[in-house]
């Protein structure tokens, strides 16, 4: 059955980001139509996260680094999980490997799916691809990594049980961390409980 339809369609920004404003109807739970409505769509392509843990020394491996939207209602800067943008025709694991190594030094030894969610359904179509992933090697801890003049990002490696005390406290306000955080700690409470588990083999060196 036809739930939507779209009466016009147009771009109306584009930059690093792009903006688009549609008018259309939608079916209404009642099955009637609604009257049409304008809608506007932040589209910026979907990205990619993992939440990291270095075998070797049983902390997890974020990253800090300035968030400019967050610098006028918040702290600035962010500790949080690896992210960064998913390119056209670049498959999720082969981004995220990339994307683990630009902003750590890390390279993936393991590499497990965990979620594909949207970050603000109401404003924008972005998706995040979140990763559960493992590395080893020495501590980067304190070492700075980035692609450009824009990208500075600050490795921190954590124990869980501290990062868990952040959430409870309120300073943990990234939500894909967040995300993150709540399915490690609900993967090692119930480990024999959780079915679908499967691992990725990193394909990018």
């Known amino acids: 059955m036809e739930r939507v339809r779209i009466l016009k369609k147009e771009r109306v920004f584009k930059d690093v980001f792009a903006i688009d404003r549609a008018v259309l109807k939608f079916r209404k739970h009642d099955g009637s139509w609604s009257p049409p409505v304008r809608q506007l769509c932040f589209e910026r392509g979907d990205s990619v996260a993992a939440l990291l843990l270095n075998r070797d020394s049983g902390r997890l491996v974020l990253v800090n680094q300035f968030r400019y939207p967050t610098y006028e209602k918040g702290p600035g800067w962010l500790t949080e999980v ?4 998913l390119d056209e025709d670049e498959m999720p694991e082969d981004a ?8 750590t030094g890390y390279r993936v030894e393991k590499l497990r799916p965990v979620s594909t969610f949207y970050v603000s359904p109401g404003g924008t179509s972005e998706r ?3 990763f559960y992933g493992e590395v080893d090697g020495e501590a980067a801890a304190g070492s700075s990594f980035g692609t450009g003049a824009d990208e500075d990002t600050r490795v921190v490696e954590i124990e869980i049980s501290e990062l868990w005390e952040s959430f409870l406290a309120g300073t943990l306000q990234d939500a894909k961390t967040i995300i993150a955080l709540l399915w490690l700690m609900l993967d090692r409470a119930q480990p024999s409980q959780m079915p679908g588990r499967r691992e990725v083999v990193p394909t990018s060196e």
């Open 82 to 85: 690896v992210a960064g943008g």
């Open 96 to 103: 995220i490997v990339r994307e683990v190594y630009e902003e």
């Open 128 to 130: 995040v691809v979140l």
